[in-house]
């Protein structure tokens, strides 16, 4: 891949492909033999926090694709599915007896059903319809499906938060070479307004308010993150005036934190992040990628039992 902008590069293909991503280069942060076994892909999990957080940004950045991309889970109660034959095999079974076909007791699945289509070839199994509806979109259980839809309906009735996600571009994918290293890094923004030179991050959360989010951001490494896609934004020549989060809650009300990131908080990412590249590099020159220590050290009481330890003998 080479340098520069790419605009509507399917999701996918910048995960399968080349460059190093800020989510994998934060991994050195534990150790290096951490980083490497995410990039040979040994890391990748796919969790249903991660579907659903994927579903909830393309419900709210891309409400379009929403539409077309994801479909309630087909219900088989739906009055228009009640001549629909369950593919069980009590029930394929069941179905049989009340055809009168004979001798079906001993048979498997396929041949319950083929004996079925013999007898009534208008039957409608339910494998087949399901799968005919679903027609290779992603399904969501219906409590899935109304979480995305108060998001978005959050979002849409939040003055300020609307307005950011307008006249931008979503899932924006940019490259560039580092200048010191040569590595090719990676970024895909949320959402990025080029008129106001700010990437906004779409974050999904339990707790949206100032103190609980200012944690979230230095437990997953946001502002670490954030300041790697600034970086990018400057190596391919877009504005890069500033990085903001929009963090909504998963629950009623779907009460939503806006957030600017600080200079403070932006260097500190900034320092944080050149530190691992090198070592990244030093690593990836010499094919050597440690884990932790091969020796025993002393592991101490934390503060605050220390502190507990100290009163309880004061």
């Known amino acids: 891949m080479k340098s520069g902008i790419y605009d509507q590069l399917p999701e996918q293909e910048y ?4 460059g190093l991503s800020a989510s994998t280069l934060v991994e050195m942060g534990r150790s290096p033999a951490h980083c490497k076994a995410r990039l040979d892909g040994l890391r990748e999990k796919r969790t249903r926090a991660l579907e659903i957080g994927q579903a909830l940004h393309c419900a709210v950045l891309e409400p379009e694709r929403f539409e077309t991309d994801y479909i309630l889970a087909p219900n088989p109660m739906d009055e228009q599915y009640a001549d629909v ?31 079925i289509l013999e007898a009534d070839p208008q039957t409608r199994f339910w494998d087949q319809v399901a799968e005919k509806a679903v027609a290779g979109r992603t399904i969501l259980s219906e409590n899935d499906m109304d979480l995305c839809h108060g998001v978005m309906g959050s979002v849409s009735r939040h003055q300020k938060a609307s307005s950011a996600f307008s006249s931008g571009v979503a899932e924006r994918s940019i490259y560039w070479e580092d200048p010191d290293t040569g590595i090719l890094c990676r970024g895909r923004m949320d959402y990025y307004r080029e008129d106001l030179g700010i990437v906004f991050d779409l974050k999904s959360c339990v707790d949206a308010r100032y103190h609980r989010f200012q944690s979230d951001i230095m437990k997953y490494h946001y502002h670490m993150k954030a300041s790697w896609y ?16 929009l963090a909504i809650e998963k629950e009623e009300p779907y009460a939503i934190g806006l957030y600017m990131a600080s200079d403070d908080m932006l260097e500190l990412g900034r320092v944080d992040m ?6 990244f590099a030093e690593c990836q020159a010499s094919g050597i990628w440690p884990a932790y220590p091969q020796e025993f050290s002393t592991i101490e009481l934390p503060d605050w039992a220390k502190k507990d330890l100290h009163d309880s003998f004061a």
């Open 274 to 279: 050149d530190c691992l590249l090198k070592e």
């Open 85 to 115: 034959v369950p593919v069980a095999d009590t029930h394929l079974k069941a179905h049989c007896k009340k055809l009168g076909i004979s001798g079906y007791s001993k048979l498997k699945k396929d041949d319950l059903k083929a004996a």
């Open 15 to 18: 995960h399968a492909g080349e």
């Open 230 to 245: 600034l970086k990018g934004c400057r190596a391919v020549g877009l504005p890069a005036n500033g990085f903001a989060w």
